[in-house]
């Protein structure tokens, strides 16, 4: 994460990021995780992380067929292998084991995970100027996208308490 803010990715911190606020952060999800409200993958490298990617699924009765891809992050040592591709599609299909049938996703636009979204398949739903401040503090414009996974979509819901996501 601190590596990712001080490259410049919007995720939702001002550079420059300390350590312990990243780790304050971090610990923060855990709960979220553990009531299985996201769901967490990484990459390793040896013996550190060098990727993550969240999915975080939607809490209200009527929307339990989404969620959201959040804070997919490689490493600026480790970009060019294919991690972010493979940490998304790891997510996405996260997402389908969990009956999940709609993904959601924002980005810097302009920025190299835009790239990433679109030529994995994700349709934009259009762009929010000044949406989100990068980490240097200036508001930049966001690119909100979505994906339909299988053929959930369109389709009527029961009134279960719809998917369980399983902790990853």
Do not use: C
Request: hydrophobic share 40%.
């Amino acid at each position: 994460m601190l590596d990712v803010v001080a490259g410049g990715a919007s995720i939702g911190f001002f550079h420059p990021l300390e350590r312990a606020a990243a780790v304050r952060w971090w610990r923060g999800q855990v709960s979220a995780v553990r009531e299985g409200r996201l769901a967490v993958r990484g990459v390793r490298d040896g013996g550190r992380i060098v990727g993550t990617v969240g999915l975080a699924f939607a809490d209200k009765p009527n929307a339990r067929h989404r969620a959201e891809i959040v804070k997919l992050m490689v490493h600026r040592d480790a970009r060019g292998r294919g991690l972010g591709r493979a940490l998304l599609t790891a997510a996405e299909e996260a997402a389908a084991e969990a009956g999940v049938t709609l993904l959601l996703l924002d980005t810097e636009t302009g920025s190299p995970a835009e790239t990433l979204y679109r030529s994995s398949g994700w349709t934009e739903i259009g762009v929010v100027p000044g949406h989100a401040a990068d980490p240097g503090g200036t508001l930049r414009p966001t690119t909100f996208f979505y994906k339909h996974l299988g053929t959930g979509h369109g389709t009527a819901l029961g009134k279960a308490d719809g998917p369980v996501p399983a902790t990853v």
